[in-house]
C-alpha cells in the first residue's frame, strides 16, 4: 500500500512539473483599442482610474498578470475568470457590439456595483486594493446612469431597450 502512495506521489510531482511548460496565451493587446468604450462615452479620469484597479484585468484587451500566474495551475484559471469576464463585457470592444448590449452592460454594472457582486470577491482576495469603497461605488454607478442618459438623448428608446411582449388578455 505504501509503494501505490508513493508512486501516485511521484505521478503527481512529474504531472505538476511537466503542466509547468504548457501555458494559455496572456491577454495583452498592443497598441490603441479602436472599440473600446472611451470612443463612445466620455470617461472621467476618476472613474477610468475606478475601471483600471477593479474590472479591466478581466473585461478589456489587457490584464496586468501576477508573479503567482507563471505557475501552473494557476494560469489557467485566471485565464478562464479572463475569458468569462470578457464574454460578459469587453470594455475594449464595446463599441462593437449593438447599442441594446451597450446599454444593458451599463445598467448591469449599476446593478452589479450596488449589490457587490463585481469585482469578484475571488479577485479582490489577491487584488484588495480593487476593493470599491462606498464613494468609488458612487463614482461608478453616477457615471454609469450618466452614459445611459446620453444614449437616451442620441437615440430612440427602442433602439436600447427591447419592448417586453405584451401577453393578451383572455376573458
Given at each position: 500500500m505504501k509503494k501505490v502512495f508513493k508512486t501516485i506521489g511521484w505521478i503527481l510531482l512529474l504531472s505538476l512539473i511537466a503542466i509547468q511548460f504548457f501555458h494559455p496565451t496572456k491577454n495583452m493587446a498592443a497598441g490603441e483599442q479602436p472599440n473600446a468604450i472611451t470612443n463612445v462615452h466620455s470617461i472621467p479620469e476618476n472613474v477610468n482610474e475606478i475601471l483600471k484597479k477593479a474590472c479591466n484585468d478581466c473585461h478589456s484587451n489587457n490584464t496586468a498578470y501576477?508573479?503567482?500566474?507563471?505557475?501552473?495551475?494557476?494560469?489557467?484559471?485566471?485565464?478562464?475568470?479572463?475569458?468569462?469576464?470578457?464574454?460578459?463585457?469587453?470594455?475594449?470592444e464595446y463599441a462593437n457590439r449593438p447599442l441594446r448590449f451597450q446599454y444593458r452592460k451599463l445598467e448591469e454594472i449599476?446593478?452589479?456595483?450596488?449589490?457587490?457582486?463585481?469585482?469578484?470577491?475571488?479577485?479582490?482576495?489577491?487584488?484588495?486594493?480593487?476593493i470599491l469603497t462606498p464613494d468609488?461605488?458612487?463614482?461608478?454607478?453616477?457615471?454609469?446612469t450618466a452614459s445611459m442618459d446620453t444614449m437616451k438623448a442620441h437615440y430612440p428608446i427602442d433602439s436600447l431597450v427591447r419592448k417586453k411582449p405584451q401577453t393578451p388578455v383572455t376573458k
Open positions: 501576477p508573479w503567482y500566474t507563471k505557475i501552473q495551475p494557476v494560469h489557467w484559471w485566471l485565464n478562464n475568470h479572463i475569458n468569462d469576464g470578457k464574454k460578459e463585457i469587453n470594455f475594449d449599476i446593478k452589479q456595483v450596488k449589490e457587490d457582486e463585481m469585482p469578484l470577491e475571488s479577485y479582490t482576495w489577491v487584488h484588495k486594493n480593487a468609488e461605488k458612487n463614482i461608478l454607478i453616477n457615471w454609469a
